[in-house]
């Protein structure tokens, strides 16, 4: 056959496959199956999700109990390893490096009947037909950030981009309008008083609203093993923004520094680079301009040093947040951040957050 019309699935099915329907017709059981062919229950499910490979003596067994002949049973065999082997990534570690377990976990990937069904399963979640073109679309981030190397994404590129996708997919039914830097620049002063809302449950919906408004996509997607990012933006489209924040910190002052800091990415930054934030972000121009512009919309630039005169008690820290309409634990977070407290004191007044598992 011309290779160009030969049937190329982007899956794969084991002989086990046709078995199962055959024992359903027949209405036999699994350990009934495996009393005919002289198997235990254990070696039986193997057999039926390929992990056992037919040999001419199995084949034999099938053809006496089930019909079809040994022939068939061998070329059934043969053609699911071939399309199995096919399906493989040549990279054998790219699986590895995919954080499955917490997929599963988190509920964005379906567990896979076998390991055979493992690497198709990981496309259709990144909405990719191969490898290669998972590498062309995800495996090329690095050269997207704006940033240098950090150990946030070197740790685990393969984690980073599963969240991003993780992301994506919740944000496809928000409805958004088209991208307006003028509203969403003049939206965060709503977005501000946010801030001072214990709920998350009640302050994230209303963040989306106000955000969508603007053609601005936001998503809380907790970060999995190897991911250490807390947060991402990229344009989707010339009309839709992103913005990705993963609570990696459990804490306001960190949740809203974050997400001011994103902000400024897309009203500074333009729309061609992606920028994801981790802890040991390196130093660059933009990132120093992304803190600068959330630290001016938290705290307004005509008292900043009032704050930063603050003494270290509780109670004027909690008058100063209260006068500028934010969250206590972020002016504590500043306060840190420009060592006029250790990172020790006060932290009591930030507001910790937990998963729902």
């Known amino acids: 056959m011309d290779s160009a019309y030969e049937f190329r699935p982007d899956w794969v099915s084991a002989p086990g496959d046709t078995i199962r329907d055959i024992l ?3 209405g036999l059981s699994v350990a009934d199956f495996a009393r005919q062919i ?12 390929g992990r056992t490979a037919i040999t001419i003596a199995i084949a034999r067994s099938l ?13 059934r065999d043969f053609q699911y390893r071939q399309d199995a082997t096919r399906l493989q990534p040549d990279d054998s570690g790219w699986l590895t490096e995919l954080p499955i377990v917490d997929m599963v976990k988190y509920g964005w990937l379906s567990p896979a009947p076998r390991p055979s069904n493992e690497v198709a399963a990981c496309l ?7 490898l290669q ?58 977005v501000r008083p946010l801030t001072r809302q214990k709920d998350p449950h009640r302050f994230i919906p209303a963040l989306q609203e106000i955000c969508a408004a603007s053609g601005v996509a936001v998503a809380i997607v907790r970060a999995p093993t190897g991911c250490r990012a807390s947060g991402a933006t990229r344009f989707v489209s010339r009309t839709r923004a992103l913005l990705l924040l993963s609570f990696r910190h459990l804490s306001d002052d960190q949740f809203w520094f974050t997400f001011f ?22 130093p660059t121009s933009e990132e120093k301009e992304a803190n600068e512009f959330a630290g001016r919309i938290l705290v307004p630039p005509s008292l900043h040093s009032t704050m ?6 509780h109670r004027d820290v909690i008058r100063f947040a209260q006068r500028i309409g934010i969250s206590p634990g972020i002016v504590v977070g500043q306060l840190q951040h420009y060592k006029r407290i250790g990172p020790g004191y006060l932290n009591k007044l930030k507001r910790r957050y937990t998963w729902n598992e």
């Open 24 to 26: 359903r017709e027949r």
């Open 38 to 49: 002289g198997y235990t229950v254990q070696q039986a499910t193997e057999l039926l999700q």
């Open 63 to 75: 053809e006496r109990h089930f019909g079809a002949s040994v022939a068939f049973w061998m070329s």
């Open 124 to 130: 259709r979640f990144f909405n990719v037909p191969s």
């Open 133 to 190: 073109a998972w590498r062309e679309t995800y495996g090329k981030l690095e050269e997207m950030v704006a940033f240098r190397k950090s150990a946030s994404f070197d740790s685990r590129p393969a984690a980073v981009a599963a969240w991003l996708r993780q992301g994506e997919i919740e944000t496809e039914a928000i409805d958004c309008r088209p991208w307006s830097p003028t509203v969403f620049s003049d939206s965060l002063a709503s």
């Open 261 to 282: 800091h994103e902000a400024g990415h897309l009203l500074l930054h333009g729309q061609t680079r992606l920028f994801l934030e981790g802890v040991e972000m390196p």
């Open 308 to 313: 930063l005169d603050l003494a270290a008690d």
